[in-house]
């Protein structure tokens, strides 16, 4: 099949390469049109969002003033935080051209004179490889006020990178913004929606690099083309990042609704030494995984996988064998979201730290199951109640790994414990846990 | 008008109202650390989370805008859980400090923690350590363990004072507030943040460890730090001032005042220079002598000089009803010489609350001004005069600040100067009597603002002609349950009275007696001679003040 975002042909990333093989083309027919046909051909299309959430992109730009008032600002969104997922970098090295005629393309739906591509400071030889590409555009004149001549055209727009420092928060697009403004990280209590009120108060639109780089092939080929793509509710390709226990890992770019074991089994090249699957999570860590016993079936496209119980989010495939000890695997995704927690809050601040503290407690073979059922809790405390969608990154996971994989979290627990308490503010030096097993010490008095 | 329901009641609302704004108006609480009514909004907390028909998950009350025919639960099921779950998550941190904090009592949380909290603890594993006692500023004190994140001192440092001094650094349940390096939280209205923070997070150093807040009695007066006159709660132990809060008043101060208003505006009232009882002067020494003695000399003295020689110098650290009575005095004795001394210092003002005039009654010293035919008004000329030796008897209304020195100067010249005061400065050396004027705080009385608001001050401090349970002040609990052996009711009781009471039986003793028996009755003689002051009473003024003045008062409105 075709391959919309990484196709197969050698030295892409060089600009005549991909100008000998159509490239601004796209572009060029689309400055010729009025934005709101751009915007349009895209809602037709079908386009969903590549960065998580999967909301239909062309009806987020239809969301910005048709009447510009103030400056319209585009954010693209390459962050790419979420542990599990690495596709952007692969389009940052190997397609950089297509993203920036998208880019064109995007700013000229909106309206939007100033670009800012967002990318995680870790990325600095993937950043410096973009940087090349976007000084090279400037000097053929795809970007910049050259533009108007290249393109004759009125509209023109400026592109500028901007470095992450490290915050997996900030791939949260009003965080993202927060940080773009020079502010602390944290996500902004919605409404007002970036569309009215975005970066420094002004109309903003937020999409992820993958999103934008669909577009210049949408305009050129048509929205009918991209919808007939894959699943009819998700049309396109996505870039699957496939690791963990695959022989295999790496990013494939498949139709949506693929099946995710045609994923793993026949382009991942299966599990190392033929072994089972315990468990799998489809789209990053912060989704919920899927019992390895249960894929059958299952179609790697937004609507197959909320049916599935999980979500696409960002393609991010973990495949995990049988071997795998899932309390280590929960502790570890844990402690990512407890350390990256912005802290603004307060379930997520506080609830994040404890289910670590719970978790490697379970560890340290001083858990009881009644302490399984306290993290669902917990998680279905923060669930749903958070300024940002952290919250429910953090809680999915330990959630929906303790209630569909109880049976081995069982085993980890025991049935009686004895916990001492080192806040000894907090209690008596041992507390008595309310469950009827837990003993105290016999040495010391409470 | 759009309509909103809120827990079955159809209410009103304006356009671009928040849910927890219309509730709150219309007296339904909603929990909320985060929100504050003169702050942004943060959203930070999750305690206002309400149950919002047609929103799939429950909606903050602070942020969601009020739309019409939107029905809000406050007391659902799933809200009480939510809630409980927030307090929860909000107190597996928090340290259990309430018995060394002195937040406890008045503390938001810990109020929470009994009527939204499930009271026990699924908690486990240590808590979360952080800075403890950490100094923010010279008058400011954090503890980042009992801190909540709440963003209200961020937020008033950069919205209301305009000076954004702190910020969170760290991050998840590392976070906690700080200055910017090599700064400190020095703001002149820094102290604000220790009445919003919810928690025992940030302590005034001024008032930390002086007390209990229930071991206190606590009385609405004003500020008499400036003429702004903030509305202010003062808090009482043993009979000494512990501290001043800001009480709300939406015309005067919002929620706030400066922390020189709160910090420096009443130790005076107890300090070891505090005139206790009456002086007189003998062999060029004051001697305490007795209210009889003192006043029957001074009516004897003040007799024997022609009205050319007298002067008065009245007050604006007086209230209303001292300079009125102050004034009937001169009228009876036809002084020459009426003024009263200004404390302004240009340019000392801010745009928030601090005014340039330094005392909080001068609008109403100089409405209540005595101005007969021929008297002279000129404070200059007065002391000219003086120096001059044409003015001979000179009788002083409380100042709280010392005089210029060429006025005490003259001062030396006088053949007589009476002087009321609260405390002995350089001005009562030069005195012949000193009476013991009541403070601020023990007294009633009213101040006119600078604004033209006229605003009551009680009596929160008992003194020996004002017990603190027959004339009715504020009783803490341990006033109201003690016994008279307990410490906290053998606080020092100074022998000192109003100064219209201190006049009014100096008219006694000049043989023409005012016939005033309470301070409401002087302000209810003045409005019978004043028309800016209508027909006002003690009831009337209230809580928050009454506006007596829209304009600059005419010459026709003084005495």
Redesign the interface.
């Known amino acids: 099949m075709e391959k919309i975002i990484l196709p197969d042909i050698p030295d892409l990333n060089k600009l005549d390469v991909y100008i000998a093989n159509g490239g601004f083309q796209a572009a060029k027919k689309a400055l010729q049109m009025e934005p709101s046909e751009v915007i349009d051909i895209v809602k037709k299309s079908s386009l969903r969002g590549r960065g998580g959430a999967g909301f239909f992109t062309g009806l987020k730009w239809s969301f910005m003033p048709k009447v510009k008032t103030k400056p319209h600002y585009l954010c693209v969104n390459g962050d790419e935080s979420e542990p599990g997922s690495f596709k952007d970098r692969q389009i940052f090295e190997k397609n950089p051209h297509q993203l920036i005629e998208g880019i064109i393309i995007a700013a000229h739906a909106i309206q939007a004179q100033t670009v800012y591509i967002y990318i995680r400071g870790e990325y600095y030889r993937w950043i410096q490889m973009l940087q090349a590409a976007l000084d090279e555009n400037y000097e053929r004149g795809h970007l910049g006020e050259k533009m108007k001549q290249t393109f004759n055209t009125d509209f023109y727009c400026d592109v500028y990178i901007h470095r992450g420092a490290g915050a997996y928060i900030c791939g949260e697009e009003s965080a993202l913004m927060n940080s773009i403004e020079g502010k602390r990280g944290y996500p902004r209590v919605k409404p007002p929606f970036p569309a009215q009120n975005g970066l420094w108060g002004n109309p903003t639109t937020i999409n992820n690099v993958e999103t934008i780089t669909n577009v210049p092939k949408i305009i050129a080929n048509g929205w009918e083309w991209f919808a007939s793509i894959g699943a009819p509710k998700h049309p396109g390709t996505l870039l699957f990042g496939v690791s963990g226990h695959v022989n295999k890992p790496g990013v494939y770019e498949l139709p949506t609704g693929t099946l995710l074991t045609d994923i793993i089994y026949n382009y991942a090249g299966g599990v190392p030494g033929n072994k089972k699957i315990k468990c799998v999570i489809p789209g990053g860590s912060s989704m919920p995984p899927l019992r390895g016993d249960q894929l059958e079936g299952i179609k790697m496209d937004a609507d197959s996988l909320r049916e599935a119980g999980s979500a696409i989010g960002t393609g991010g495939i973990m495949v995990m064998d049988e071997d795998t000890n899932l309390l280590d695997v929960l502790v570890r995704i844990s402690h990512f979201y407890h350390h990256e927690s912005c802290g603004q809050c307060t379930p997520c601040r506080e609830g994040t730290g404890w289910m670590e503290k719970i978790l490697r407690r379970i560890q340290s073979g001083q858990g009881t199951s009644k302490d399984l059922d306290l993290l669902v809790d917990v998680a279905s405390n923060i669930e749903g109640r958070t300024v940002c969608a952290l919250g429910d990154a953090a809680a999915w996971p330990v959630k929906f790994m303790i209630t569909r994989f109880r049976d081995e979290f069982e085993k980890y627990v025991k049935k009686e414990v004895v916990i001492p308490v080192k806040n000894k503010i907090h209690s008596m030096k041992y507390t008595t846990y309310s469950v009827e097993n837990i003993k105290l010490p016999e040495s010391t008095k409470p | 008008m759009p309509k909103i329901t809120i827990d079955g009641k159809e209410l009103e609302f304006k356009e671009g109202q928040t849910v927890i704004e219309v509730a709150s108006e219309n007296g339904i609480y909603i929990p909320h650390f985060c929100w504050h009514p003169e702050l942004s909004?943060?959203?930070?907390?999750?305690?206002c989370?309400t149950e919002i028909e047609k929103i799939p998950?429950?909606a903050?009350a602070c942020?969601t805008?009020a739309t019409d025919g939107m029905v809000v639960k406050t007391q659902s099921e799933s809200v009480v859980k939510?809630r409980e779950?927030?307090m929860?998550?909000?107190l597996?941190?928090h340290?259990?400090d309430c018995p060394i904090c002195d937040e406890a009592g008045e503390c938001k949380l810990q109020d929470y923690a009994f009527r939204y909290s499930r009271g026990?603890?699924?908690?486990?594993?240590?808590?979360?350590h952080k800075p403890k006692r950490v100094p923010l500023g010279p008058r400011v004190m954090y503890d980042a363990e009992r801190c909540?994140?709440c963003s209200r001192c961020i937020r008033f440092a950069d919205e209301v004072a305009k000076n954004p001094q702190l910020?969170?650094i760290?991050?998840?349940?590392?976070?906690f507030v700080s200055v910017f390096p090599d700064e400190e939280f020095d703001d002149p209205y820094s102290m604000n943040t220790v009445d919003i923070c919810p928690v025992g997070a940030l302590t005034s150093r001024d008032f930390r460890f002086k007390s209990r807040v229930w071991e206190m009695s606590n009385t609405p007066s004003v500020c008499i730090g400036c003429s702004r006159g903030c509305n202010v709660n003062v808090w009482v132990r043993d009979n000494v001032i512990q501290r001043l809060t800001p009480r709300e008043n939406p015309d005067v101060n919002k929620y706030w005042m400066c922390d020189f208003g709160r910090t420096k505006t009443f130790k005076f009232v107890n300090a070891e220079t505090r005139v206790d009882g009456p002086f007189i002067k003998e062999n060029n020494e004051l001697v305490k002598s007795n209210w009889e003695e003192a006043l029957n000399l001074t009516a004897k003295r003040l007799k024997k000089f022609k009205p050319d020689e007298t002067a008065f110098v009245a007050s604006a650290f007086a209230t209303v009803e001292d300079n009125h009575s102050f004034a009937l005095l001169a009228k009876l004795l036809n002084a020459k010489y009426y003024s009263y001394f200004s404390y302004v210092i240009p340019g000392s003002g801010d745009d928030i609350l601090i005014t340039e005039d330094k005392a909080p009654n001068a609008l109403g010293a100089e409405l209540v001004k005595f101005k007969a035919n021929g008297v002279s008004n000129d404070l200059d000329e007065i002391f000219e005069k003086i120096k001059l030796g044409e003015i001979k008897a000179v009788y002083i209304l409380e100042q709280a600040h010392d005089f210029d020195s060429y006025m005490l100067d003259a001062l030396a010249k006088a053949e007589f100067v009476a002087v009321h005061a609260t405390n002995f400065n350089r001005l009562t050396e030069f005195a012949d009597v000193v009476f013991p004027a009541s403070s601020f705080a023990e007294k009633h009385g009213s101040f006119l603002n600078v604004d033209g608001i006229l605003q009551r001050i009680k009596p929160a401090v008992a003194t020996v002609e004002l017990d603190r349970a027959l004339d009715g002040l504020a009783q803490s609990r341990w006033d109201k349950f003690g016994t008279k052996f307990d410490r906290w009711a053998q606080g020092k009781k100074y022998d000192a009275e109003p100064s219209w009471k201190i006049i009014s039986a100096l008219a006694a003793k000049l043989g023409k007696p005012f016939n005033f028996s309470t301070s409401e009755e002087v302000l209810i003689d003045l409005t019978s001679k004043n028309s800016a002051f209508r027909n006002l009473d003690y009831n009337e003024i209230g809580g928050t003040g009454i506006k007596i003045i829209e304009r600059k008062f005419s010459e026709e409105e003084k005495i």
């Not at chain 2, 760290?170 to 976070?175: A, L, V």
């Open positions: 909004i943060s959203g930070n907390c999750r305690m989370l998950k429950l903050i942020s805008y939510a779950a927030v929860e998550f909000i597996i941190n340290p259990l026990e603890s699924r908690m486990l594993e240590e808590k979360q909540i994140m910020t969170f760290q991050r998840g349940d590392r976070t």
